[in-house]
């Protein structure tokens, strides 16, 4: 046998090993499967060792159910159970909550399995995956998490109704079928009461994330390598529909969180700039030239700072959140942004900040702890000299710093090796010279304050990819991004970004082009039509995650007032919502109920043919109920008298042969399903034309 043609034989005895099992063993193996896809997304979650026992559980369930041997004892599961809640309260310190609650309920999903000997173990068993398909969205609520849960409810279903079944009928297929119909019956009153049940505030769909949750994104400190890290995270940050026409690649500056403090190689916020928050832009912003309006879709990220292009115009109203300024231009928010938010943002790309006149604030964009990366403090004197010498002011010394990042081999890249927390800016400017976007960004700063110049960090994203699928501009965590803000007296803050000195195409083309060049994330295997193909399928995809955010997980308050505006209710209170809820529901339900009476006025097709030829033998002479068999009814017809019936011996013959042919097609085992139906249309045909 060839190595190429050894699956697919290893498949076929697979196959047919499967189909030589008794139905309860192929129904629990099916259960077992689809129990395993619904916890497949919570093991990204659980810990391991909670993955590892729910698979070896779900594991040992199946090589029972195919040997046919007897299920563990209890006290077996009782101390498998025990040991899972010490595991779980040494892990999470509590039984309670929602990451030890879901474990618990893995584990004893797992445990129910072991316990199936009753139909009434069946019945807590899909309780049980029931309740965790809904626990799934505890976690996630993204168009991949929604559609393995349907398709798990779909799987849970049909396991449903072939535990409520006879043994050994219907035939799997069949059960899918019925739980499939049970889902589109169900769809429209669903449906109907997502669109008009009452939305207090967030979006009902958009559960809140919780805390302890790790959620990859910007924090709100930078220390080295942290950025770099994120460069090699495709997910999205977030989605911008702008307008008008787009501002530059090189304009795309995402601002978020503004850093000050330099502590120990860790950069951190000034924590006084919190108590200067306002709800109106800085007195010192001022704007010019045509604002740019487009419109935010964010991922939750457990922060407070909001993403706006440099420099926002007046502070997003986003739905219940309160959206305030804080001196450094930086937007920020009460509480953490926990679930999905959309939001509309003007801003000028032509913009000056800061005060004129040098103030007490700014001493705290000057600090630099003692002792640390002693030669780049001396660069920077030794500018700041120059600059006096030469008659010039800090932006002198930016420019020359910027010239030699230009003009001496540094090198970008995201592998640049770990550096030392003190003197790691002195190790990067003098010695390795390779480095990411953070890098740059904290020597330049390092030294603008050695040189007497207040400086600070910003970080957020820069740059994006659009996706021409639903023109939408898509930033990714990969195009987070660190630069530089300096003061000059009569400008204010100047933006310096070191990384466009030394890679230009950064700034141009987004941190794709970057990741595509480092073999540890590029596509060098891969060829121009392949690289192409793959980015296509990725714009698809996330369109129709975009479609999903937009119409489902940010369907709150004002999507729902805007939609019964449009339908021709103008304002509509909480008592009209739910009066509509409540309407919708009948109006459902009663849908639900004409479809169901049609359902059972529908005969099965062997009944009205045999009912056809019943009613005419009937007409002949020969009499029989709903209940008499073909056989019995064939014996009536051989056993009648000739003046009983007006049937002629041939036709007595055909139609005995008729009769059972029917018995012989309804009780017969099943056959090639193709050959089946054309044996059925031919029987029915041979009916409706006897005479």
Known sequence: MSAASAPGALFARWSHGIGALPRDARDTLFLLAVSLLLMLPLFLHLPLWTSALVLALLAWRAVLAWRGAPLPGRWVLALILSASAALTLWEFHTVLGRDAGVALLCVLLGLKTLEMRSRRDAHVLFFLGFFTIAANFLFSQSLGTALVMVLATWGMLAALVNANLPAGHPPLRQSLLTALKMMALGAPAMIALFVVFPRISAPLWALPQSSAQAITGLSASMSPGQIAELARDDSVAFRVVFDGPRPPDRLLYWR???????????????????????????????????????????????????????????????????????????????????????????????????????????????????????????????????????????SFIAQALLQMFRKQPFRYTLNPGAYGRRDGIDEFLFDRRAGFCEHYAQAFVVVMRAAGIPARIVTGYQGGRFNPVDNTWVVRQSDAHAWAEYWLTGRGWVRADPTSAVDPARVDRSGATLASREPLLGMAALGPRDAALLLQLRNRWDALNNTWNQWVLNYGSNSQQDLLRKLGLQQPDMATLAALAIAALLAATAILGALLALERRKRDPWTQTYALLRQKLEQAGIDSADSTPPRALAGRIHTARPDASTLSPQSAKSAIILLLQLERWRYAPERDARRRRADWAALRQAVRGWR
């Open 256 to 394: 978020g969180p503004v850093l000050s403090v330099f502590d120990n190689g860790v950069w951190l916020p000034d924590p006084h700039q919190r108590d200067r928050a306002t709800l109106t832009p800085p007195a010192d912003l001022h704007l010019s030239g045509q604002p740019v309006r487009y419109t935010v879709t964010l991922q939750p990220t457990q922060q407070t700072f909001v993403f706006a292009l440099d420099a926002p115009v007046a502070a997003p109203k986003i739905e219940g959140y309160m959206v305030q300024w804080l001196p450094d231009l930086q937007l920020v928010t009460g509480r953490p942004l926990d679930h999905l938010a959309r939001y509309t943002v003007e801003s000028s790309p032509q913009f000056r900040y800061g005060p004129a006149q040098f103030t007490p604030a700014l001493r705290a964009d000057e600090a630099l702890p003692a002792g640390f990366d002693p030669r780049s403090v001396a660069l920077g004197k030794q500018l700041a000299a120059q600059a006096r010498a030469a008659g010039q002011n800090g």
